[in-house]
């Protein structure tokens, strides 16, 4: 296997793009990329989307963005994991660069969320629970994530103000983020006077509709070398499966799937959770921060909300979570979410997140999760 | 110089409270009412329509402006509730106000600024020379799916306009239309309730066409918003007009006096128009007054007005628009309103 490295990044402004198609959204960013890296052709591209067919009416979305990308005849797949069709395209990027397959390889992430209403962008959404034991009985992922969080609260006596705290968390942190949908502040009051969702989840605690595209270029470390930039590798890439269906598992507060993908990355890249400076996370809603800090390791299970209370997650505490605002305010445009979760990381280790630079990161992670943790993929990067 | 010689209102005294309708939909009304910032909505009783709210506006209108109706020679209602598909609701109107047989009538539809739309048309063909009096009326019997947000605001009422060359009660100093292809809200043929594009009726269309609108006919103008007294903007919910304010840089104390809807709700066609008379009611002579409609699909028309003398002559002639709204109010449960609303029928 050759070591892999990140050699560009792009994004574009997230937020609701009235005026720009799916593939509009997906070649910004994707050029962005190519500049950032300084390369014209690429070997092969990989995209993550989970859901372009019903939310734009597009499939073949692989050729159409090759094309749009002017790299045809490029092979191109897209690939899907739900949530975490990203964090998929990054690890089957990684995999195609390690394997000696291809040199220089594209990975993005693209979703188009905003040409439906509510109601058909919470359907797709939903397809990502199981729709013969889930869907069919009538519950949505905020329900699902509802579920987890009244659970959470009952068993460690995690409290509402916590959950509260993950989001106001990431706002502060997205505020120093221009690419975020919602760069601004909330306050706990806020959340907790928010419209009402699932209870205990307020609309606050949840993860907005988005238009987004983001990518990233990979190339094995001797040719990263040649371009004489900061070298960020990717020293890991683990992913595990889990029933899609939360009444399946043995505990629903606890994401088996995070805790087996992130066992394997650790393993891989050799390190320990205390190992880690800064680590972005699925924070779809505010339970599930909590939950994945737990499942990751960071900190004891049980204990993630009064982590959260005592600021060891903050931009300035010892393990800084979603340093780019989360998917909670810089926004979840589904299968983009993973990609950008890495671009995060490669700007920490390159010391280029101003504002929310997390001073010394030498050591960065993202989890990537599909549906309420039927998927998860955990990356670790390194700067060399 | 042309101009609003007359002007009336019309509003059902049904109401419907925002907790009655969230009640049956098992919706939070605080969330509603704060989102919203809408209380309550008038309600048409079955015998109320858009025909029949736009004979009582313009009797209303007729009696400020002092003139024989024989004279009028155009008649024509906006609304997007016309009671039928084919057959004018403008002929009915000419008829009752003894407008007939010499009026050119036209019915117009153009979401809620349909209103809007007919007193432009009106005002032109004066300002023309081609009639001596021209009637604009904007009304609407406005529909919501049960259960969708806009069952919230939907609301019904009509305002009357009749434009004319003397005893003018507020002069037009100034027109401006901004249109574009935007499609935010709409209701095809054979359907009862309208559709629309959720959070897309927002910036991309309510917010770029009245800044587009206002913009537009203040630079036309050579003016600015310290300018006026008052203003008036399209109000579908309460939020939406003093946001739009907000972002031209109108203060809160130019909108209010018109700002009807939290306890109106949204009477379409009717709506910025209503806003009109009711400021109209409050103004003095020499006023500057701003109205800038909107309407779905999607447009903006606004116009510059300033009050005259005659004001003080006409204002008490006819009902105010903010009795109207506060006086003689009748509450209904959910079950009469969606009677009312022809949501419920009676079988054969």
Same mark, same amino acid.
Request: contains cysteine.
């Given at each position: 296997?050759?070591?892999?490295?990140?050699?560009?990044?792009?994004?574009?402004?997230?937020?609701?793009?009235?005026?720009?198609?799916?593939?509009?959204?997906?070649?910004?960013?994707?050029?962005?990329?190519? *500049?950032?890296?300084?390369?014209?052709?690429? *070997?092969?591209?990989?995209?993550?989307?989970?859901?372009?067919?019903?939310?734009?009416?597009?499939?073949?979305?692989?050729?159409?963005?090759?094309?749009?990308?002017?790299?045809?005849? %490029?092979?191109?797949?897209?690939?899907?994991?739900?949530?975490?069709?990203?964090?998929?395209?990054?690890?089957?990027?990684?995999?195609?660069?390690?394997?000696?397959?291809? *040199?220089?390889?594209?990975?993005?992430?693209?979703?188009?969320?905003?040409?439906?209403?509510?109601?058909?962008?919470?359907?797709?959404?939903?397809?990502?629970?199981?729709?013969?034991?889930?869907?069919?009985?009538?519950?949505?992922?905020?329900?699902?994530?509802?579920?987890?969080?009244?659970?959470?609260? *009952?068993?460690?006596?995690?409290?509402?103000?916590?959950?509260?705290? %993950?989001?106001?968390?990431?706002?502060?942190?997205?505020?120093?983020?221009?690419?975020?949908?919602?760069?601004?502040?909330?306050?706990?009051?806020?959340?907790?006077?928010?419209?009402?969702?699932?209870?205990?989840?307020?609309?606050?605690?949840?993860?907005?509709?988005?238009?987004?595209?983001?990518?990233?270029?990979?190339?094995?470390?001797?040719?990263?070398?040649?371009?004489?930039?900061?070298?960020?590798?990717?020293?890991?890439?683990?992913?595990?499966?889990?029933?899609?269906?939360?009444?399946?598992?043995?505990?629903?507060?606890?994401?088996?799937?995070?805790?087996?993908?992130?066992?394997?990355?650790?393993?891989?890249?050799?390190?320990?959770?205390?190992?880690?400076?800064?680590?972005?996370?699925?924070?779809?809603?505010?339970?599930?921060?909590?939950?994945?800090?737990?499942?990751?390791?960071?900190?004891?299970?049980?204990?993630?909300?009064?982590?959260?209370?005592?600021?060891?997650?903050?931009?300035?505490?010892?393990?800084?979570?979603?340093?780019?605002?989360?998917?909670?305010?810089?926004?979840?445009?589904?299968?983009?979410?993973?990609?950008?979760?890495?671009?995060?990381?490669?700007?920490?280790?390159?010391?280029?997140?101003?504002?929310?630079?997390?001073?010394?990161?030498?050591?960065?992670?993202?989890?990537?999760?599909?549906?309420?943790?039927?998927?998860?993929?955990?990356?670790?990067?390194?700067?060399? | 110089?042309?101009?609003?010689?007359?002007?009336?209102?019309?509003?059902?005294?049904?109401?419907? $409270?925002?907790?009655?309708?969230?009640?049956?939909?098992?919706?939070?009304?605080?969330?509603?009412?704060?989102?919203?910032?809408?209380?309550? /909505?008038?309600?048409?009783?079955?015998?109320?329509?858009?025909?029949?709210?736009?004979?009582?506006?313009?009797?209303?209108?007729?009696?400020?402006?002092?003139?024989?109706?024989?004279?009028?020679?155009?008649?024509?209602?906006?609304?997007?509730?016309?009671?039928?598909?084919?057959?004018?609701?403008?002929?009915?109107?000419?008829?009752? =106000?003894?407008?007939?047989?010499?009026?050119?009538?036209?019915?117009?539809?153009?979401?809620? $600024?349909?209103?809007?739309?007919?007193?432009?048309?009106?005002?032109?063909?004066? &300002?023309?020379?081609?009639? $001596?009096?021209?009637?604009?009326?904007?009304?609407?019997?406005?529909?919501?799916?049960?259960?969708?947000?806009?069952?919230?605001?939907?609301?019904?009422?009509?305002?009357?306009?009749?434009?004319?060359?003397?005893?003018? !009660?507020?002069?037009?100093?100034?027109?401006?239309?901004?249109?574009?292809?935007?499609?935010?809200?709409?209701?095809?043929?054979?359907?009862?309730?309208?559709?629309?594009?959720?959070?897309?009726?927002?910036?991309?269309?309510?917010?770029?066409? =009245?800044?587009?609108?206002?913009?537009? =006919?203040?630079?036309?103008?050579?003016? /600015?918003?310290?300018?006026?007294?008052? !203003?008036?903007?399209?109000?579908?919910?309460?939020?939406?007009?003093?946001?739009?304010?907000?972002?031209?840089?109108?203060?809160? &104390?130019?909108?209010?006096?018109?700002?009807?809807?939290?306890?109106?709700?949204?009477?379409?066609?009717?709506?910025?128009?209503?806003?009109?008379?009711?400021?109209?009611?409050?103004?003095?002579?020499?006023?500057?007054?701003?109205?800038?409609?909107?309407?779905?699909?999607?447009?903006?028309?606004?116009?510059?007005?300033?009050?005259?003398? @005659?004001?003080?002559?006409?204002?008490?002639?006819?009902?105010?628009?903010?009795?109207?709204?506060?006086?003689?109010?009748?509450?209904?449960?959910?079950?009469?309103?969606?009677?009312? @609303?022809? $949501?419920?029928?009676?079988?054969?």
């Amino acid at each position: 296997m050759r070591e892999v490295a990140v050699i560009g990044v792009g994004m574009n402004k997230w937020g609701e793009h009235w005026e720009k198609s799916l593939r509009h959204v997906f070649t910004e960013a994707a050029i962005l990329a190519l *500049d950032d890296a300084g390369v014209e052709k690429i *070997d092969s591209m990989i995209v993550g989307c989970m859901s372009s067919g019903l939310f734009v009416g597009q499939e073949h979305i692989s050729s159409l963005l090759a094309d749009y990308i002017g790299q045809v005849p %490029v092979p191109a797949a897209r690939v899907e994991s739900a949530c975490a069709s990203g964090g998929l395209a990054l690890r089957m990027g990684w995999i195609e660069v390690a394997s000696g397959l291809s *040199d220089v390889v594209l990975v993005g992430g693209v979703e188009k969320m905003t040409d439906v209403n509510g109601n058909e962008a919470t359907y797709a959404l939903g397809t990502a629970a199981d729709q013969e034991y889930e869907c069919y009985h009538g519950i949505t992922f905020p329900g699902l994530y509802a579920l987890m969080a009244r659970a959470h609260m *009952d068993k460690y006596g995690t409290t509402r103000e916590q959950l509260a705290m %993950v989001a106001v968390k990431n706002h502060a942190n997205g505020s120093l983020n221009p690419l975020a949908q919602y760069p601004f502040k909330v306050s706990v009051e806020a959340v907790l006077s928010s419209v009402m969702v699932a209870d205990p989840l307020r609309i606050l605690d949840c993860s907005p509709i988005t238009d987004g595209g983001a990518a990233l270029i990979l190339a094995p470390v001797e040719l990263a070398k040649k371009l004489k930039k900061p070298i960020v590798r990717v020293t890991a890439s683990g992913m595990a499966t889990d029933t899609i269906a939360l009444s399946s598992r043995r505990e629903i507060t606890w994401i088996e799937s995070t805790h087996q993908a992130a066992k394997r990355a650790y393993a891989m890249a050799g390190k320990k959770p205390e190992d880690i400076h800064v680590v972005e996370v699925h924070d779809c809603f505010t339970i599930a921060e909590i939950c994945v800090m737990e499942a990751l390791g960071l900190v004891e299970k049980g204990k993630g909300g009064k982590a959260v209370e005592d600021g060891l997650t903050s931009l300035q505490g010892k393990i800084p979570i979603n340093t780019s605002g989360g998917l909670k305010a810089k926004g979840h445009p589904v299968g983009a979410t993973g990609v950008a979760q890495a671009i995060e990381i490669v700007k920490q280790l390159r010391e280029e997140a101003g504002p929310r630079q997390v001073k010394g990161a030498r050591v960065g992670m993202t989890q990537n999760m599909g549906g309420s943790g039927g998927s998860s993929i955990v990356h670790i990067f390194e700067r060399s | 110089m042309e101009g609003i010689i007359g002007y009336g209102a019309s509003i059902p005294r049904n109401r419907i $409270k925002v907790e009655e309708i969230a009640k049956v939909w098992g919706a939070d009304a605080p969330s509603y009412k704060k989102g919203l910032l809408v209380e309550e /909505k008038s309600v048409p009783s079955p015998d109320q329509d858009t025909i029949t709210m736009s004979v009582e506006a313009s009797k209303c209108a007729l009696k400020r402006a002092g003139i024989n109706p024989k004279e009028i020679g155009a008649v024509y209602i906006g609304s997007e509730s016309h009671p039928y598909a084919v057959k004018p609701s403008g002929t009915v109107l000419a008829e009752a =106000i003894g407008a007939t047989p010499e009026v050119h009538t036209a019915d117009f539809e153009f979401a809620c $600024k349909a209103g809007t739309e007919g007193m432009f048309v009106a005002y032109g063909l004066v &300002k023309a020379g081609l009639i $001596k009096y021209g009637l604009g009326v904007g009304a609407d019997t406005s529909q919501g799916a049960p259960g969708d947000a806009l069952e919230y605001t939907a609301a019904a009422g009509a305002a009357a306009y009749i434009f004319g060359r003397e005893k003018i !009660v507020a002069a037009v100093l100034e027109t401006y239309s901004y249109t574009t292809d935007t499609p935010d809200f709409w209701r095809r043929e054979y359907q009862y309730y309208p559709q629309h594009g959720g959070r897309f009726t927002g910036d991309p269309a309510y917010f770029k066409h =009245i800044t587009g609108a206002a913009r537009g =006919i203040m630079s036309k103008a050579g003016m /600015k918003p310290a300018d006026f007294q008052y !203003v008036i903007f399209h109000q579908p919910n309460g939020k939406f007009p003093l946001r739009v304010g907000e972002i031209l840089g109108f203060a809160k &104390k130019q909108i209010e006096p018109g700002w009807l809807v939290n306890k109106l709700g949204n009477t379409y066609s009717g709506s910025s128009p209503l806003g009109l008379t009711a400021t109209l009611d409050i103004s003095q002579p020499g006023d500057l007054i701003l109205i800038v409609s909107y309407g779905s699909g999607a447009g903006s028309d606004g116009f510059i007005l300033k009050v005259t003398d @005659r004001i003080n002559e006409v204002r008490d002639l006819a009902p105010k628009t903010r009795e109207l709204l506060d006086k003689n109010r009748n509450y209904l449960e959910y079950g009469m309103y969606a009677k009312f @609303r022809h $949501k419920i029928r009676k079988a054969d």
